[in-house]
């Protein structure tokens, strides 16, 4: 099993969330909106809740509107703090670290 394989075994939801970041920051790639956006019906159903991709992973998590923004200020500021230590941050490290940050070990 990959190293990736490991991170989202027994823990599916992880990636939604790292999803979210991106989207959040402009950095979702095209093939995966599309993936996403297509999936999010059968999410609904199966979480119980009608809306975007986004809106189903946000209602999961209790985050109310401006989630977007907010997950843009921390990419702002994280992004500077690794700026300042001579660290270049990219958008995949910050999506996962966002999605750790925001999942009990074992619930995601």
Sequence with gaps: MSAIEDRYAGRPFLRLLECLALDAIGALDDEQRAALEEMAPKL???LNFDGTWQQIVAAQMNWGEGIE???????DRNRETAKEQG???TTDEFAMLFADANSAEGEA
């Design 69 to 75: 923004e907010a997950i843009r200020e921390v990419w």
């Design 44 to 46: 609904g159903e199966s």
């Design 87 to 89: 660290i270049e941050l």
